[in-house]
């Protein structure tokens, strides 16, 4: 199929007469009316989420070629929707041209909704990050509609997630999922869904060492299937969240995020999938792949070079103190990697100094007298390994 579709309706039209199946039998199989799928293919413009579901039933494989053209075609009616697709596809180009079809015109709610979409592109792309500028941003809008308060509210959950004020998250997310029965548009809704999904899975996992409602989450990720990220965010949950009880499980699911990602364009998260699998083929003393041995940090791990260069390093310095404490039998440096584990707030990887801590024979009620963190968070954090009873030691 070339890239430039000329006329997407006379190409499903195709599609529809080349098949044995009448156009009743196609609507009702995807929940729309016949009379609605009439008028689109006779040139009418539908809700944007009733020809998403069209063409995904008659050309899956093309549905980001067709949805683009569809998008750039979107009248008032379909811009919001089609501002989300772009958004959900990564599709910037289209992002831009809906932004100068809508910023120069009269309607306040969709110029408000353009300017949201507008920042989100801006923060993408920026490498510097402002928490405080991001929230000032949001904060001068003051929309009617109950769509894009319900994003705002999306936004500013996420700039917490981001900033690892995970507390704050939560308490958006329980907000956000009362708002969002009384979302009318289907795809917005499952958008807005899996933006909050997304954050709550990891969150369940690291921050709230919740192995089954992170599980939980994950699997509603890869099986509501809105976009790459999303299904990829489910595997790599999944996967980690099996570390400690199976190397098969872990292997499976972060496998399965690789080759979901195996393309030219998204070659970086599968190497940060590779990456992960190498550390859990570390985990359970399982020779590394070369083709795992993607970063110069798992090549130092797999050469048992002293990891003293990765110390300082706000990615890596966590898993440095842990394997070259594990490697030395070190209670120093994995106290360390405790202690920087329970900085960035990932209690559940936290549990990989802990074990080896316990395997030394430390108590750990010492180890919450003797380890010294000045965030209160970090307090409660110990308080509460102590009582976890997720992972079997």
């Known amino acids: ?118 920042w989100q592109l801006w923060s993408k792309y920026n490498r510097v990050y402002s928490e405080v500028d991001y929230l000032e941003m949001l904060k001068k809008l003051q929309p009617n509609s109950h ?41 917005i809704k499952k958008a807005f869904l899996s933006r909050t999904d997304e954050a709550l899975a990891n969150m369940h996992l690291k921050f ?41 499980k872990t292997s499976n699911f972060l496998k399965k995020g690789i080759q979901l990602n195996n393309t030219k364009e998204r070659y970086f998260v599968a190497n940060d999938l590779r990456e992960q699998l190498a550390i859990a083929n570390l985990f359970w003393n399982k020779p590394v792949p070369k083709e795992y041995i993607v970063t110069d940090f798992i090549k130092s791990v797999v050469n048992k070079v002293n990891l003293k ?5 706000k990615y890596y310095s966590a898993l440095a103190f842990y394997f070259d404490g594990r490697r030395e039998r070190s209670q120093e440096k994995l106290l360390l990697s405790l202690h920087v584990f329970c900085e960035k707030k990932d209690y559940f990887r936290a549990n990989l100094p802990k074990m080896e801590l316990l395997k030394l024979g430390v108590d750990y009620n010492i180890l919450k007298r003797e380890v010294k963190i000045s965030e209160k968070d970090n307090y409660r954090s110990f308080d509460y390994f102590s009582n976890s009873t997720s992972i079997c030691f």
């Open 208 to 248: 709230e060492n919740e192995i089954d409602k992170s599980r939980v989450a994950a699997e509603k990720l890869i099986e509501r299937n809105f976009s790459v990220n999303s299904v990829t965010n489910g595997y790599f949950i999944l996967g980690l969240s099996y570390l400690f009880e199976s190397y098969e």
């Open 309 to 313: 260069y990765f110390y300082d390093d």
């Open 147 to 187: 769509d894009l308060k319900t994003l705002l509210q999306i936004l500013e959950m996420l700039c917490f997630y981001y900033s690892e004020k995970y507390d704050l998250s939560l308490h958006y997310i329980k907000k956000i999922h009362n708002m969002l029965p009384e979302i009318k548009d289907p795809f």
């Open 1 to 118: 199929m070339s890239e430039d579709i000329v006329d997407v309706r006379n190409h499903l039209k195709r599609i529809i007469e080349s098949s044995d199946e009448k156009q009743k039998e196609i609507a009702d199989k995807i929940g729309i009316s016949a009379a609605h799928l009439s008028k689109f293919l006779n040139g009418q413009e539908i809700s944007l989420w009733m020809v998403l579901e069209i063409v995904r039933y008659l050309d899956k494989d093309n549905e980001v070629e067709i949805m683009r053209q569809c998008c750039l075609e979107a009248t008032k009616k379909n811009i919001k929707t089609a501002f989300e697709y772009a958004h959900s596809k990564s599709l910037d180009s289209v992002t831009c041209m809906l932004l100068n079809k809508t910023l120069d015109g009269n309607n306040r709610e969709l110029k408000e909704w353009a300017i949201v979409y507008q």
